[in-house]
């Protein structure tokens, strides 16, 4: 199909760039994203240029959705009087997607052009809900320029690498459809749920009681693993599973690692891919960042803590701290020497010093050091619940910049980033449920 849509684009430019998208648009499923990632990467080796692919994919996509609306709004409801039967779509389905578009309809236009399905039945769907016009074309205009230009870029920075970047979009774009569904799914579940709340509540409960008949001592024994406020409750349950889950993570990628399984071809197809597109600037910029997740930096966060912890004589919190910052540099240390691997090519251009690569020391100290001061600081400094979520994100963002900083740098494979994350959480959870546990211990012993 590539070769297809490649000489197609070369025999006809900008015309074929216009009509497969505008097409798409009107609700007949054509490759137009293909089309427009595939004109961007000819732009990319000079056969034409991508601002006139830009505009012509965006006034495409424009033309196309605001046709697709049309159809939609003047013949839709007849089209569902006389065939909804067929796809069991009948006058009350039609009023819940009335509804969607009332409330959600401006966002589903925008972000409906990024989706393979929605990009193809939004407009038609928003015409035949008959959402207001004037919203429609805004938003219509704004998702198609922004569609354009996001995936024209990509189709020209990464021409050399066309078919992969083809499939991962392509994979992207069916993970994005899968979740949606997922959503809907969810969202059906629990309107059931909610319908049938109090049958299932006396169902659970019956077998609970039985349950619990025979089996006392295991009864109690779980109903204190979900009690909040008890001591060895809900906190450590919730440690358990965090830190099973990333042991399982980790353990799966070290044998992938040590057994040069498939995910490490994708290591160094990832890592000659950031490197081929990399930029003077963009090495600077990702060097500060990666500053942010070194040694040298989780040094200063662990002893800045340290001291304030001291001084304020919160002693179990700095015992916990202490146990985070050393544990994640003795792991770092131990775990590199075990497995041995050796760095990317070319990855002593950004080193200060010679280590192995697996796991990342950066991505590990990082979610460690970073996670232990967001949770010391929401915990005892942040009352609100919105900028304790606040502080989380912002975390993870930083965590997350750090890991990828590595893998443009080349001095990190992404098996190596993942791992470190992976070690992090397992530590991160054991500390601060260890925390979690003395403190309730304490409390259980001070209570009368």
């Known amino acids: 199909m590539h070769s297809s849509v490649t000489r197609l684009v070369e025999s006809y430019g900008y015309a074929v760039v216009f009509l497969f998208v505008a097409i798409e648009s009107l609700g007949i499923p054509l490759p137009g994203e293909t089309v427009l990632v595939t004109a961007a990467a000819l732009a990319a080796l000079g056969h034409l240029s991508i601002w006139w692919v830009i505009a012509f994919a965006a006034t495409g996509g424009i033309v196309g ?41 401006s966002k589903a236009v925008f972000f409906g ?67 949606v569904a997922l959503v809907v799914t969810l969202s059906f579940s629990l309107r059931w749920f909610n319908a049938n709340r109090e049958h299932l509540a006396e169902r659970i ?62 290591d160094l197809t990832l890592t000659r891919l950031f490197r081929a597109h990399a930029t003077p600037l963009g090495d600077k910029i990702f060097s500060i960042v990666s500053a942010l997740g070194s040694p040298s930096a989780m040094a200063i966060v662990g002893s800045g803590g340290a001291l304030l912890l001291l001084m304020r004589r919160k002693w179990l919190v700095l015992a916990a701290w202490a146990a985070a910052f050393g544990g994640a540099g003795l792991l770092t240390l131990v775990l590199k020497n075990i497995i041995q691997r050796p760095r990317p090519p070319g990855a002593a251009e950004f080193l200060f010093g010679t280590t192995y690569s697996f796991p990342s020391g950066h991505a590990l100290g990082s979610l460690v050091g970073y996670g232990m001061l967001a949770y010391v600081v929401g915990s005892i400094w942040i009352e609100r619940q919105r900028a304790r979520v606040r502080l989380i994100v912002v975390t993870a963002v930083l965590v997350i910049a750090i890991g990828i900083s590595r893998l443009y740098l080349g001095v990190h494979y992404f098996s190596d980033v993942v791992a470190g994350y992976a070690v992090g ?19 259980s012993a001070n209570s009368p």
């Not at 779980?222 to 409750?233: C, K, P, Q, T």
């Open 205 to 266: 409960s019956w077998y609970w009681i039985r349950f619990r008949e025979r089996h006392p001592r295991i009864a109690r024994f779980i109903a204190a693993r979900f009690v909040r406020g008890e001591y060895l409750g809900l906190h450590l349950t919730v440690g358990f599973l965090l830190s099973l889950a990333a042991l399982w993570l980790f353990a799966g990628v070290t044998e992938d690692v040590v057994h040069h399984d498939p995910l490490t071809r994708f």
């Open 65 to 105: 959705d605001a046709a697709g609306y049309w159809i939609g709004r003047l013949g839709g409801l007849a089209l569902i009087k006389r065939y909804g039967r067929v796809f069991h779509f009948d006058e009350h389905k039609l009023e819940k997607v009335r509804s969607f578009f009332d409330r959600y309809g």
């Open 113 to 179: 052009r990024f989706i393979a399905l929605l990009r193809t039945w939004a407009a038609l769907l928003a015409g035949t809900a008959e959402m207001p016009y004037r919203v429609f074309t805004l938003y219509n205009v704004l998702g198609g320029i922004t569609w354009a230009t996001l995936f024209g870029t990509l189709g020209y920075v990464f021409g050399r690498s066309l078919p992969l970047l083809e499939r991962y979009i392509g994979q992207a774009s069916l993970a994005v459809v899968l979740l």
């Open 425 to 443: 959480v397992l530590w991160l959870s054991v500390c601060i449920s260890g925390l979690q546990v003395a403190q309730r211990r304490r409390l």
